[in-house]
């Protein structure tokens, strides 16, 4: 995208009927950004748009979403065909490289993820720290931020080689930090990961394996955990990007602003939807009381929300979600899950499409939805949920990260505000005060 631009938009202050000429900026696809950057030199006034539903806080040439028509890309190729042809690690190098490896790329970039894969042996010894009933995801905020504690030789961000062993030990440690977090909240050993495996299998082992036997890799299972990574890989900038990308414009290193990005996943509205969609068919109970729930959603008054349904951007359809919703089927049926949850998932999938307040609000099942019934099936508990997000995100935060500070124009995030607080008042002595 060019900043050089001949056309503009006018903005006029109808109280001074001054006129101004805004810069328009075009991108590849997409609608067109009005620059406001000298806006308030200008005109003395800031934009005012607290959940940034108008605002494009950078620049950016990783992915591709027009919420209308239902479309996600990354580097230009739909999510639908990278679901379908390339692998998670694949996508993890268009993400972070901007193009598919050629064979010897893939081969070196596959073989510096594997050997990464290991984490530094004191680090097991974070986690006796902490309660085994902590949730996974508040060990992930510590055990990921204290990756800076160990990895000095590739914190130096403006050295271009160690931002990539960052990069790669981020996408190599994370799943590794994941599966002990696992493994220490049901008090069984640690598994060292194993180079001989892909990556979605290693962290299927690294969860599931034990040391007293043989792990048997189950193919119809880790070609799903793959796909839930791909779908997962990245999502331009939703609140955890923003958030990697506002801590890392400080200049912070990596390890913590990757940190910032998992402690941001964690919220319902978030990555945490997925564990909430399996605490709500729990709430729910039973086939017969959906149409209960569903009036509950639709009431303003009551907090409850139909978790797993609508989203900030798509309004029509979740591109990922169908792709799921295909690996959740195949997943049922290779584990012939008798699960009553799922029944009443689908049941509520099929009321709530044909409901006219989730018709008109273009409210229809988003990727979470599929995700926590696939990884509940696994055998995940639905506490890892937003964990296996996080490690699937880890990719994108990642790529957007290093995209950041490789802009030239690279300055620290700092929005402003609408001041809605007391004007100027002289301070009162405590003993004059009514
Ligand atoms: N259940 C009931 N009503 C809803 C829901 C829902 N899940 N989602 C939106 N609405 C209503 C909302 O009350 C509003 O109604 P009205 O126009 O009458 O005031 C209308 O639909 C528009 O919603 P909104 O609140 O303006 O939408 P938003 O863009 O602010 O919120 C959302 C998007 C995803 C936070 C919200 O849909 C939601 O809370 N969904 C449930 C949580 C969830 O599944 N989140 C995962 C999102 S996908 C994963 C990811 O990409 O991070």
Redesign the pocket.
Known sequence: MSDETEKTFTLTDDQTGASYKLPVLDGTTGPSVIDVRKLYAETDHFTFDP?F?STGSCKSRLTFIDGEKGILMHRGYTIEELAEKSSFLEVAYLLLNGDLPTQKEFDEFDHNITYHTMVHEQLNYFYRGFRRDAHPMAIMCGVVGGLSAFYHDSLDIWDPQQREISAHRLIAKIPTLAAMTYKYSVGQPFMYPRNDLNFSENFLYMCFGMPSEPYKINPVLANAMDKILILHAD?EQ??STSTVRMAGSSQANPFACISAGIAS?WG????G?NQ??LEMLDQIGHKDNIPEFLER??D?DDPF?????????YKNF?PRAGVLKKACDEVLEDLGVDDPRLELAMELERIALEDP??VE?K?FP????YSGIILKAMGFPTSMFTVLFAVARTVGWVSQWKEMIEEPSLRIGRPRQLYTGPAQRPYVAINKRK
């Open positions: 959940s539903t999502h939703n609140a996943l319902p509205a978030h990555g939807a909430a969609v959603a639709k303003k929300r139909l978790m797993g349904f609508g989203h900030r951007v979740d307040y989730f609000r409210l988003n990727v979470d939805f």
